[in-house]
């Protein structure tokens, strides 16, 4: 062996795409809005999302069974009239990993002068998490042709699995150019091939985002104004503009002074209890400004009233980098599928579940610049920001914010309850100075004692009534304070009675029947198909009846234990439980829960909704040759929404109402009782949720329920 050095250089496997593209960027809605974040750094004044042949269609497998999948004409085209690229732009910049012509060049060409929105280089294999194919068709303007770059990433992964080393410079990839008029320009995106089902649900959820890339308190000149088309869903294009916020309980701001490097913060003022602002030298992380709305439980009621069905909710803070959302979802919604508590905002709730102040309360958008920040940086998986010191100051900083509006909260909230007291003493006050007013005229006057009688007792009726009143009060005070850490309401006594009542009796009967049978006729030789029949009958029915008595006990249990739940990894971890039913069955699961926040509840309850679901989606399963079961969940405003779907045989519209009843079943035959919807249901309204069938979200087959649960203090 020689003992000469040399020189050694990195290469690229071809699986480098997949690490840049699909697994780096964790889900559909992140890679759709990268793509249109690139049209801003482009210079584009608006771009237009349209969806294709969306509709998911049946199709043979090989092995000739039904599969429903993506239409294979669907195509997700991302349009913008930005300046375009030549073949130069495309070789040396748009197809160089990592390229560095936006931190060289941090602003785009004039006149438009934007601070660039992505530096990494690596967004735009946001393009392969979406679909196998994608041509780029871009033009300069007074240019004759345009470009035509095409993509085939199957490519790549069929010379990923032969066994040479193939690098991922050795793909070859075809370009060709198309006439065009010399006064266009901009580029279009045509991904094909799609790899996941698109929903009515997804893209609407990818607009609501969408609606977010500009902050509603900067305004771009020229605009930039994204609109969305998906004609089989009947989603028409239409610019998606913010709006600004009102109706707030507290409008708030505060900004920094560079040349006196000070930083404002609120602060609350204990003697006059308002909220004041005070001057500090700026943070490590640089000074930012942040306007945050406040809404107590009336604000958030008449602003979602106004905003109903709006693209504008209250769903917590959102950080803007030069005027341009940062992280996709910031504290909005993930996967979309939807929130990321990155903040650390609803993770403080258990600590004080109605004293702090949540994301369902808050609107804020919070303005940073590069120039001013530039150690917050985004995380390569656009899913957060870099875990720095700066970045953890910055998230300090905003929780310090948030305090000064819950010591305001609690303020209002003790001021409501001193109220109370006051106009018990004051009604008090009132009704004994009225007797007393009454007795000293009665004695004044004898002969008006018959008259004025009746009105003396009838005071004291109501003085001795405000005082029971006052004590209730103070009793059912000190009985809150006790159990303020218990989030749970349980049904109506009237209701679980009467539902109580109802599935024993039921169970009884039949049982009764059985038994009566055996007793009038056991035995009987001829009878004893009959005797096996019925003895089966009775074994089943007890079952039953021991299932819905352990249901319903459960709900007089003393010490129901609450614990602070992460639902991502509950959900998760409920049809994990399940992965040996589902891999016997056939059943192919998708999970789509990326947000992590934390709820202080009772876990039990949670695994009872969902294992009813499941267990309702396998029987619903069973003829059914392809099988999905697909679960979705996200932050919508000041609710948590789960979709839970299956493709299976569906519920005909008009069993909808009542397939939740007790006892009322559509899967007799697959052995259903008729109680895992019903124990679904009630455990879901204990929590003050609610849960309903809605339009599948596989089109006309299976079933998709909607639960949402309120987290609001």
């Known amino acids: 062996m020689s003992d000469n050095g040399g020189i050694l250089k990195w290469r690229f496997d071809v699986s480098t795409f997949r690490l840049i593209g699909r697994e780096l960027i964790t889900d559909r809605i992140t890679a759709l809005f990268e793509l249109v974040k690139n049209c801003y750094d482009a210079n584009s004044q608006s771009v237009e999302v349209v969806f294709e042949n969306i509709t998911p269609v049946i199709y043979k497998n090989i092995d000739g069974n039904d599969i429903i999948g993506p239409n294979p004409k669907c195509k997700i085209l991302i349009k913008d009239n930005g300046y375009g690229m030549n073949i130069d732009d495309v070789r040396d910049k748009w197809m160089v990993i990592g390229t560095s012509s936006k931190r060289k060049n941090p602003i785009s060409p004039a006149p438009y002068n934007r601070k660039c929105v992505g530096e990494k280089g690596i967004g735009r294999f946001a393009v392969d998490k979406l679909g196998d194919h994608v041509n780029i068709i871009t033009k300069k303007i007074n240019t004759n042709e345009w470009l035509n770059v095409n993509i085939d990433w199957t490519e790549y992964q069929r010379r990923q699995e032969v066994d040479e080393i193939i690098l991922f410079t050795d793909i070859e990839n075809r370009f060709s150019f198309i006439e065009g008029n010399p006064q266009d320009c901009g580029t279009i995106l045509e991904i094909s091939q799609i790899r996941e089902i698109w929903t009515k649900e ?30 089989e869903l009947d989603i028409r294009a239409k610019p998606i503009v913010p709006e600004k916020i009102s109706s707030s309980t507290l409008d708030l701001s505060i900004t920094f002074n560079k040349q006196n490097k000070t930083q404002e913060t609120l602060i609350f003022n204990e003697q006059k209890h308002t909220i004041n602002k005070k001057e500090i030298p700026i943070k490590k992380f640089g000074g930012i400004s942040l306007k945050i709305f406040y809404f107590d439980e009336n604000a958030r009621r008449n602003y979602n009233r106004i905003y109903k069905g709006d693209q504008n909710k209250i769903d917590g803070l959102k950080i803007y980098r030069d005027g341009i959302i940062t ?13 990321r508590d990155i903040l650390g905002i609803d993770k403080r709730l258990w600590q004080d579940l109605f004293n702090k102040v949540s994301s369902r309360e808050i609107i804020g958008h919070l303005d940073i610049t590069k120039d001013e920040n530039p150690l917050i940086i985004d995380a390569t998986n656009r899913q957060d920001f870099i875990d720095n010191e700066e970045y953890k100051s910055l998230k300090e900083f905003i929780i310090e914010q948030l305090t000064a509006i819950e010591k ?23 009704t004994d100075l009225f007797t007393e007013s009454l007795k000293l005229i009665i004695k004044e006057n004898p002969l008006l004692e018959p008259v004025l009688q009746p009105a003396v007792e009838q005071a004291e009726k109501t003085s001795s009534s405000v005082k029971k009143a006052e004590k209730i009060y103070q009793e059912a005070e000190k009985e809150f304070i006790r159990k303020e850490n218990i989030y749970l309401s349980l049904m109506s006594l009237q209701q679980y009675a009467a539902n109580l009542a109802h599935a024993v009796r ?8 059985g038994a009566e049978f055996f007793y009038k006729r056991y035995p009987n030789l001829l009878l004893e198909d009959y005797f096996i029949k019925y003895s089966k009958s009775i074994y089943l029915e007890m079952k039953t009846l021991n299932k819905v008595i352990d249901f319903m006990l459960s709900y007089a249990k003393s010490d129901l234990e609450f614990e602070d739940l992460e639902m991502n990894q509950l ?45 309702n989606s396998v029987k619903a399963l069973k003829n059914k040759p392809y099988k999905i079961i697909k679960c979705t969940a996200y932050i919508e405003s000041d609710k948590f929404v789960i ?16 397939v939740m009843e007790l006892y009322y079943t559509t899967t007799a035959d697959e052995g ?7 124990i679904a249901k009630t455990r879901i309204e204990s929590l003050k949720g609610a849960i309903s069938i809605i339009e599948s979200e596989f089109g006309d087959f299976g079933t998709t329920f909607k639960i949402e649960f309120p987290l609001k203090n």
Do not use: M, W
Not at 408 to 430: C, G, M, P
Not at 672 to 678: E, V
């Open 408 to 430: 305001y909260k609690i303020y209002r909230r003790e001021l409501r309850k001193s109220n109370v007291r006051i106009e018990f003493e004051k009604a008090l006050q009132d």
């Open 506 to 513: 039921t169970s009884l009967s039949k049982v009764k029947g």
């Open 571 to 615: 959900i998760k971890e409920i049809l994990n439980s399940n992965e040996v039913t589902f891999e016997t069955e056939g059943i192919e699961t998708v999970v789509e829960v990326k947000d992590k926040f934390v709820i202080h509840c009772n876990k039990q309850f949670f695994i009872d909704i969902l294992q009813n679901l499941i267990a």
């Open 327 to 339: 992280t996709p979802f910031a504290e909005a919604e993930a996967d979309q599928n939807k929130k």
């Open 643 to 658: 979709f839970f779907s299956d493709n299976g045989c569906g519920i005909p519209v008009d069993k909808r109402d009542r």
């Open 672 to 678: 259903g009782a008729g109680l895992g919807l019903y």
């Open 202 to 231: 997804d893209v609407l959820r990818f607009s609501k985002e969408a609606s977010r890339i500009v902050s509603p308190y900067i305004t771009l000149t020229p605009g930039f104004n994204i609109s969305i088309t998906a004609a």
